[in-house]
């Protein structure tokens, strides 16, 4: 069975064997990119060389499964078109089953339901997930992967999300925000602890005769888009009284700034909340596409 999630920018694809094996890809949504990957035969037949088996069933889901219909609806089979947030949940809470694959990050570790499923892609949205329950989607953000690549590519002139990874695992965004420490030398009371982050950013105001390196910027920046959505999804799990935040979608690391930035801002609000990350949190969209026509 064959799931494909085209997003705005990247296509996650998940093929899954008769014997439940699985195979991932990464395609740029752009049409000679998809063109290249779903071959077709003088018959219009699916042929995906990078996988050499037979697709029997596929789905697609995604923003780009609608700007590409024309494409997709001239090849054999014909794909079944599914509905993206519903097929999100199905397949993250799938994916949440498998307790070896899953990244825990602050709370008590457990899983309950229903929890909050929070997808970073080119934006954000924020989806209720509880098994056999219909989906509720209780909110989104335009801050999300969009927003980091396009200001690490105004601030720092970079495209790719792994470089900019890895720029900032060598940097302090310590460095450019300001912390509650730098406002009131101590922690503010019992409200707040003196490492918490007041304003991202603030101190490139500040500090004229100390430039910020690269490295520096790049750990901010990331820091700054993961504290936002955090504060969003930690309010939201408030609002619905919902304890696990699970977090999925291409732009997101299951080490580094981004979980730390994730569970400092979570935390803040609420100690008690977990955060889950499953292993494969990118294709969890595709997965779900695969698995649910592999039932039908």
């Not at 697709?55 to 700007?67: D, N």
């Not at 936002?228 to 732009?251: C, D, H, P, S, Y």
Request: charged share 20%.
């Amino acid at each position: 069975m064959l799931g494909v999630d085209l997003g705005g920018t990247v296509t996650k694809i998940c093929y899954v064997g008769e014997n439940g094996e699985r195979k991932f890809f990464l395609v740029p949504t752009k049409m000679e990119e998809l063109e290249d990957f779903f071959r077709v035969d003088e018959q219009n037949n699916l042929y995906v060389p990078k996988i050499n088996k037979k697709i029997v069933r596929w789905g697609i889901t995604g923003c780009g499964s609608v700007r590409c219909k024309e494409f997709f609806e001239k090849i054999n089979p014909k794909p079944v078109y599914l509905d993206e947030l519903t097929i999100q949940t199905y397949g993250a809470l799938k994916l949440l089953k498998e307790e070896n694959l899953l990244h825990f990050f602050g709370g008590n570790k457990i899983i309950n339901e229903p929890c909050l499923l929070i997808s970073l892609g080119t934006g954000v949205s924020f989806t209720v997930s509880e098994t056999d329950k219909p989906v509720k989607h209780a909110g989104g953000s335009s801050l999300g992967g969009g927003t980091l690549m396009g200001l690490a590519n105004l601030l720092l002139g970079m495209n790719d999300f792994d470089e900019l990874l890895g720029l900032a695992a060598n940097g302090d965004p310590n460095t450019l925000d300001l912390l509650i420490s730098d406002i009131y030398g101590q922690n503010y009371g019992s409200t707040l602890k003196s490492n918490v982050c007041a304003s991202s950013f603030a101190k490139a105001s500040m500090n004229h005769n100390n430039p910020a390196s690269k490295e520096d910027i790049a750990a901010s920046l990331v820091c700054t888009i993961c504290y936002a959505i955090a504060g969003q999804a930690a309010a939201i799990a408030r609002a619905e009284k919902v304890k696990t935040l699970v977090f999925v979608g291409g732009f997101l690391s299951t080490k580094g700034h981004i979980p730390e930035a994730l569970e400092r801002a979570v935390t803040l609000f609420d100690p008690d909340l977990s955060i889950v990350i499953p292993e494969n949190h990118q294709f969890v969209g595709s997965i779900g596409c695969a698995m649910k026509v592999a039932e039908s």
